[in-house]
């Protein structure tokens, strides 16, 4: 177990000028790496070399037919992906790059099938990230890099909870710190004249003017969204806001082991068995903590994780996807 962490910490590097140009030589050899971003940590790879794509893929442990993102240092490398880039995209490029927000755009023929899953369309992102910009600014190709979890676990948000999803599988993890948007980048199609928003991420519906009730008649969802996602090894239970003492009172009556993320107002109402896992103060603190409460809940050993709601507006309404697909009732 020593040695196993031991190893595990070698391949755990800082971002300084040697971690970079390790992680770039890495990179450049067609081998996998950890990079942060400032949604959730990547697993990055040459976007252009099949096999390394496929490699991906097998790590997560991903169905082939959910496509991935493509990582770019600015917009200005988007002609590297697709020769279609409409009004619209141009425009959320403009307003939101480097940020979390994928556009779905027409890819070019030099995108290969097995990145995008076959799709005619590829999905661009511009992290905003300094130690992701400066890996995709080095690098020979644009990256493809999925969130660093094995398909249908919480995405990472710390270098140590890559290294815990993945051992010795990866070249090397390079350490950004906790990242600080905490949950994944918005999916928008861009190919047409509105935005299409195909799955809630950092960039909120109030930033891209798309309005909640156009998303209630909206049947188009990314491929990645079909799958229950970002559990952990525990049951999730979202408790309605100020109302996390109903669901702590049903638990013990059940008898239940159970662990609870509350709003830092509501943590001195809970009975002394319930264990504390996090407290937040506001959607985006949620937002930050919401990974990494689920993986120390299964640290913890609870058989059951309570989450306060929080209003389905901003980046809440990203969070309480998660949840819900957490919890089983997406
Ligand atoms: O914040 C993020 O986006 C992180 C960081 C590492 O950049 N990456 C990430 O990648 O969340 P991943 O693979 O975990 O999620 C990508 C999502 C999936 O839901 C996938 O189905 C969708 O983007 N997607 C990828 N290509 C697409 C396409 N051509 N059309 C529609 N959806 C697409
Ligand atoms: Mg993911």
Redesign the pocket.
């Known amino acids: 177990m020593e040695q196993a962490s031991a190893a595990a910490s070698a391949r755990l590097l800082r971002a300084d000028a040697d971690g970079l140009a390790a992680a770039v030589a890495a990179l450049d050899a067609g081998r996998l790496i950890g990079l942060p ?1 400032e ?4 697993l990055a790879g040459d976007a252009f070399a099949t096999d390394t794509v496929a490699a991906i893929f097998a790590a997560k442990a991903r169905p082939a037919d ?4 493509v ?1 770019l240092a600015d917009e200005e490398e988007l002609p590297r992906v697709t020769e279609q880039v409409t009004p619209l995209a141009r425009s959320l490029a403009a307003a939101h790059w480097p940020g ?1 927000l ?1 556009l ?1 755009v027409t890819a070019a023929a030099s995108v290969p099938a097995i990145t ?1 899953a076959g ?1 005619s ?3 661009v ?1 511009v ?1 905003d990230h300094p130690v992701a910009t400066a890996g995709l600014q080095r690098c020979r190709s644009p990256l493809a ?3 660093a979890n094995r398909s249908g676990r919480p ?1 990472p948000t710390t270098a140590r909870d890559v290294l815990g999803e993945f051992g010795s599988e990866l070249a090397l993890v390079l350490d950004g710190g906790p990242c600080v948007v905490g949950v ?2 918005t ?1 928008v ?1 861009a190919r047409g004249s509105r935005p299409v928003v ?2 809630e ?1 950092g960039v909120t519906r109030e930033q891209l003017g798309v309005s909640g009730e156009e998303a209630a008649g909206e049947l188009q969802r ?4 079909r799958y229950r996602h970002y559990a952990p090894g525990c049951r999730v239970r979202i408790a309605p806001a100020g109302q996390v003492d109903v669901e702590v009172a049903r638990a013990v009556t059940a008898g239940v082991h159970f662990g609870a993320v509350v709003h830092r107002d509501h943590a001195d109402h809970l009975p002394p068995t319930a264990t504390v896992i996090d407290t937040f103060t506001d959607a985006p603190d949620l937002a930050r903590r919401l990974y990494t409460g689920f993986r120390e809940a299964e640290r913890a050993g609870v058989e059951l994780l309570l989450v306060e709601a929080v209003a389905e507006e901003g980046v809440g309404r990203a969070v309480m996807d998660r949840l819900r697909r957490a919890a089983g009732v997406a």
């Open positions: 971003t949604t959730v940590y990547g959910n496509p991935l993102i990582h979390p994928t779905v995008r799709l369309s590829v999905a992102r992290p890099a999925p969130s995405s994944e980048s999916v199609d195909l799955r991420g990314s491929p990645g969204t």
